[in-house]
């Protein structure tokens, strides 16, 4: 992906981050009096501040309309990741499990729409994404929709639009972490596929889950035998990758010692500014809100496990 074609790609996404949460907020505060909108939004905004000391937000409709926050570095996370590891095959599938505002599958588009444009034959990606937090998904999912508008605009982004729509995504909402464990392997997200297969788990885990996310990585790993898995947390909680993954046989997967460049660089000028104008509407002086919306992960620690036969012998690593 060229330098102008990441400036449209980062444009879109600003203009669908701005779009839907102006969407959103008008649905959630009408009829509300400015003093109960200014209680909700900073109840909202701490809930969301547990993630810089890495721990789970109260997900609502509120945290998700502010999670945008966090989006842009996410996806970016992601994408940069996938380019550090992996090519998008001709047949691809995708289990993102906690996968939030579907950040993984921003990140496999974006990935797609390089190798589309290097001719590379895509006939199918299907991304199964699987979460607890019915307000998040709909988030990601209103976002998603709205940048594909945003592409369809420009014409730099043709192999985006078209990488969009080549995706085949299914969202799975489960109550409780259990079900997830407990479903049957011949649920359809959980049944092996002929073809190139990805795990992800980004910021997926925390102190008071790993437990149940390690039974469930340990799991799904035995029954998609998957050929990359990509693990991220915030980087006080780096422990916690390397404690929930330690199932895995490294003769099976391997730890590359990566350095992950980052495919976006700068702030998003559009949504900044509404959280900054919002700040003042509302009167609430938060610092969240004066502070600029990102693509850097400046507290991201990272794991990602391939598959190949021998750790070793460079000529086997997939990229």
Same mark, same amino acid.
């Given at each position: 992906?060229?330098?102008?074609?990441?400036?449209?790609?980062?444009?879109?996404?600003?203009?669908?981050?701005?779009?839907?949460?102006?969407?959103?907020?008008?649905?959630?505060?009408?009829?509300?009096?400015?003093?109960?909108?200014?209680?909700?939004?900073?109840?909202?905004?701490?809930?969301?501040?547990?993630?810089?000391?890495?721990?789970?937000?109260?997900?609502?409709?509120?945290?998700?309309?502010?999670?945008?926050?966090?989006?842009?570095?996410?996806?970016?996370?992601?994408?940069?990741?996938?380019?550090?590891?992996?090519?998008?095959?001709?047949?691809?599938?995708?289990?993102?499990?906690?996968?939030?505002?579907?950040?993984?599958?921003?990140?496999?588009?974006?990935?797609?729409?390089?190798?589309?444009?290097?001719?590379?034959?895509?006939?199918?990606?299907?991304?199964?994404?699987?979460?607890?937090?019915?307000?998040?998904?709909?988030?990601?999912?209103?976002?998603?929709?709205?940048f594909k508008i945003e592409a369809s605009k420009d014409s730099n982004?043709?192999?985006?639009?078209?990488?969009? +729509? @080549?995706?085949?995504?299914? %969202?799975? #909402?489960? =109550?409780? *972490?259990?079900?997830?464990?407990?479903?049957?392997?011949?649920?359809?997200?959980?049944?092996?596929?002929?073809?190139?297969?990805?795990?992800?788990?980004?910021?997926?885990?925390?102190?008071?889950?790993?437990?149940?996310?390690?039974?469930?990585?340990?799991?799904?790993?035995?029954?998609?035998?998957?050929?990359?898995?990509?693990?991220?947390?915030h980087s006080s909680k780096d422990y916690l990758i390397r404690e929930?993954?330690?199932?895995?046989?490294?003769?099976?997967?391997?730890?590359?010692?990566?350095?992950?460049?980052?495919?976006?660089?700068?702030?998003?000028? +559009? @949504?900044?500014?509404?959280? %900054?104008? #919002?700040? =003042?509407? *509302?009167?609430?002086?938060?610092?969240?809100?004066?502070?600029?919306?990102?693509?850097?992960?400046?507290?991201?620690?990272?794991?990602?496990?391939?598959?190949?036969?021998?750790?070793?012998?460079?000529?086997?690593?997939?990229?």
């Open positions: 992906m060229d330098e102008q074609t990441k400036q449209s790609v980062m444009k879109a996404l600003d203009n669908a981050l701005t779009t839907v949460a102006i969407r959103e907020y008008n649905r959630l505060s009408y009829r509300l009096l400015r003093e109960q909108v200014a209680d909700i939004t900073k109840n909202a905004l701490n809930s969301l501040g547990k993630l810089q000391s890495g721990n789970i937000p109260d997900y609502g409709d509120w945290v998700a309309l502010f999670y945008h926050w966090y989006q842009p570095s996410q996806i970016n996370l992601a994408y940069s990741m996938i380019k550090s590891t992996a090519i998008v095959s001709d047949r691809l599938r995708v289990l993102d499990y906690g996968c939030g505002a579907l950040a993984m599958q921003f990140g496999v588009a974006l990935a797609t729409a390089d190798a589309l444009e290097e001719m590379q034959s895509i006939s199918e990606i299907r991304i199964d994404s699987l979460d607890t937090s019915q307000a998040m998904v709909e988030m990601g999912q209103k976002i998603w929709e709205q982004l043709r192999y985006v639009s078209l990488a969009c +729509e @080549i995706i085949n995504p299914q %969202i799975i #909402l489960l =109550t409780n *972490l259990p079900s997830m464990i407990g479903v049957n392997s011949n649920t359809a997200w959980a049944t092996a596929w002929q073809s190139e297969c990805w795990l992800g788990a980004l910021h997926a885990v925390y102190d008071d889950n790993r437990d149940n996310v390690q039974r469930w990585l340990n799991s799904i790993v035995d029954r998609l035998n998957p050929d990359i898995c990509f693990a991220t947390t929930v993954w330690d199932f895995i046989d490294y003769a099976e997967y391997y730890l590359p010692e990566l350095t992950i460049e980052s495919q976006f660089r700068g702030m998003l000028p +559009e @949504i900044t500014q509404w959280r %900054i104008n #919002l700040n =003042t509407a *509302l009167q609430i002086n938060h610092h969240y809100l004066n502070r600029p919306v990102t693509w850097e992960w400046p507290e991201a620690a990272f794991m990602i496990h391939t598959k190949y036969s021998e750790p070793t012998d460079a000529d086997d690593l997939p990229w």
